[in-house]
């Protein structure tokens, strides 16, 4: 006899990510999946054994066999949604940003805390192998103090991604930095913590669109540590990599797979007599568990009734972040 799942889940946004999240759940737990094309929401049900499709968003987070709301829509609707499903008394994962504004995430905020309900931003790249392991380092406090992150991520877009929804601001809330930046800032939060002071710049040095393709970020919290960020829609070989400085280490992650390259973490380690540095270097050939690991964790603050970490509160710091950004590029 098949098990039950630990949830029911719904799965609003049929795209890239919307499959992602469904084929990373228990099997049966999803039972509906749910987009405005009926063509993607139909291809995804028959994918997923046990799931109906649905175009009626409204309709499907208040089903009485949904205990759990996967938000993968365009940034203009995830805040919406959220918010309706956690009225309703579901729990959410919603994918980042979370909304386009830190201030589209109040009533979301509203109607978990008088539901119940657990929300969860779906700032994924945490929970890839090497970041796993580099928290790991991190927090054995192996590093030592840290003074700064230092970030790169960008792709070179596609012919005609000057035409999606991405470079539409009503639907997007901005560019290149509300996109793969938000991941960056992410992850210079979740190891440095608060920034209180932000500069940067935002321009649109390629693409014919309303919205930047780069950002270039200088983020320094209270006790002077700094994140120096750059994402771009201009970079012709898929690149990420991502830095931790301490005073006695180092942490180097490159790669996210695919095209992106292997995903790999070293560690440098300094001596006492300081010079070239011990290096252990961890590689991660294997498919990628991060949505799988991400889904276990909020299945599990579920079960424990723990609130999510990332939460609502994480999602918009960083969208204050992109906010601050943008008006410096406005004024």
């Given amino acids: 006899m098949t098990p039950k799942p630990p949830i029911r889940a719904a799965i ?24 405005t094309q009926p063509e993607r929401a139909t291809q995804l049900a028959v994918a997923t ?64 805390a008088r539901t119940g309900a657990l929300v969860r931003i779906g700032f994924n790249h945490r ?32 012919p005609g991604y000057d035409r999606e929804w991405r470079a539409n601001p009503a639907l ?12 960056l800032i992410d992850l210079s939060r979740w190891f440095l913590g608060e920034f209180t002071s932000v500069r940067g710049s935002a321009p649109t040095l390629f693409w014919d669109m309303p919205v930047e393709d780069n950002a270039f970020l200088l983020l320094e919290t209270a006790r002077h540590q700094v994140a120096f960020l750059h994402a771009g829609w201009t970079e012709w070989k898929n690149l990420f990599s991502f830095e931790l400085s301490g005073r006695v280490g180092k942490l180097e992650i490159s790669g996210l797979g695919g095209s992106y390259g292997p995903e790999r973490l070293t560690w ?28 276990a964790a909020f299945l599990e603050d579920i079960a424990l009734n723990r ?18 950004v943008y008006r410096e590029k406005s004024a």
């Avoid at 840290?146 to 991520?153: E, K, L, N, V």
């Avoid at 997007?172 to 991941?183: N, R, T, V």
Wanted: one cysteine or more; a negative charge.
């Fill in 49 to 112: 054994p046990g799931a109906a499709p649905s175009t009626d968003w409204r309709a499907t987070v208040r089903r009485q066999d949904v205990d759990a709301v996967f938000v993968a829509t365009t940034h203009d609707q995830l805040a919406p949604i959220a918010a309706e499903a956690a009225a309703a008394g579901k729990h959410v994962l919603i994918e980042k940003p979370g909304a386009r504004t830190a201030a589209e995430l109040e009533p979301v905020a509203f109607a978990a």
């Fill in 12 to 35: 609003v946004g049929c795209g890239l990510i919307g499959r992602k999240r469904a084929a990373s759940l228990p099997p049966g737990a999803v039972t509906v999946c749910c987009d």
């Fill in 172 to 183: 997007s809330g901005g560019g290149e930095l509300i996109d793969q930046g938000a991941h």
């Fill in 307 to 324: 609130q999510p970490d990332p939460g609502i509160a994480d999602a918009q710091a960083c969208l204050r972040i992109v906010e601050a």
């Fill in 268 to 295: 440098y380690k300094m001596s006492p007599e300081m010079g070239p540095p011990e290096t252990l270097a961890w590689e991660y050939p294997m498919a990628d568990d991060s949505w799988h690991a991400e889904n």
């Fill in 127 to 158: 929970y890839h192998r090497a970041f796993r392991k580099a928290r790991e380092i991190f927090d054995s406090g192996a590093l030592g103090p840290m003074m700064f992150a230092r970030g790169r991520y960008g792709h070179g877009g596609r």
